[in-house]
Structures are given as C-alpha cells and as structure tokens.
Nanobody, 123 residues
Framework: QVQLVESGGGLVQAGGSLRLSCVAS????????MGWFRQAPGKERELVAR????????DYADSVKGRFTIYRDNAKNTVYLQMNRLQPEDTAVYYC????????????????WGQGTQVTVSS
C-alpha cells in the first residue's frame, strides 16, 4: 500500500522560510516522479514543483521560481520543498504526489497523493 506523509507546514511571517517533507512508503522512490501541489481556498489545485527519478530534472511554477527548491533523498524515500521568501499568496494546503508514469506526471494526474499540510503566511 502506497502512503505519502507530508510534514513541515505551519504559520510563518512574510519573508520567512519553511521546509516541507514528504516520506513515501510502498513504492520504489528511485523509480518514481514526485511533485508538490497546493490548493488555496476557492482556487484550483496547482502544480508547485516536480522532480524526476534521479533528481536531475526539476520544474517549477513561475510564481515560485527562484524562491522554492524541490529535491529528494531516495535513500530516505523523501522529497523536500524548501520555501524561501514566503508571501501571503503562498498560503495554501500543500500536497505531495507520486507516480511512476511520466505520461501521467506530465498530465498532472498523479496516482498517489498525501493528505496535505497547511502553510499559512501572514503579512
């Protein structure tokens, strides 16, 4: 059974930093694409960042480029999202996602999802 467990969310002031973690179990991390999504109240879920099997390829939403960094440690089956210079518009529930199919990843239709972690940025 695949399980993704996020942690690291919380309340932070604008300009601050947080690091989210997602521990995966029940799958082979080294053969799995991973991504972080977020959903703010009243808005659609959006891709924040994604990373390839090896960690050698990453993609970011334009709104977070230069501020957020996604990376992974396959030995720990964990993917991270380092978030710097946070802004109130970054407030959302952040979800970790995983899939072994590049086709599904490119379509944004990951098979496996975590429960989410709340990030709140105060102004």
């Amino acid at each position: 059974q695949v399980q993704l467990v996020e942690s690291g969310g919380g309340l932070v002031q604008a300009g601050g930093s947080l690091r989210l973690s997602c521990v995966a179990s029940g799958l082979t991390a080294s053969r799995t694409y991973m991504g972080w999504f977020r959903q703010a109240p009243g808005k659609e879920r959006e891709l924040v960042a994604r990373i390839s099997w090896s960690g050698g390829s990453t993609d970011y939403a334009d709104s977070v480029k230069g501020r957020f960094t996604i990376y992974r440690d396959n030995a720990k089956n964990t993917v991270y999202l380092q978030m710097n210079r946070l802004q109130p518009e970054d407030t959302a529930v952040y979800y970790c996602a995983a899939d072994g199919s590049l086709q599904r990843v490119l379509a944004g239709t990951y098979n496996y999802w975590g429960q989410g972690t709340q990030v709140t940025v105060s102004s």
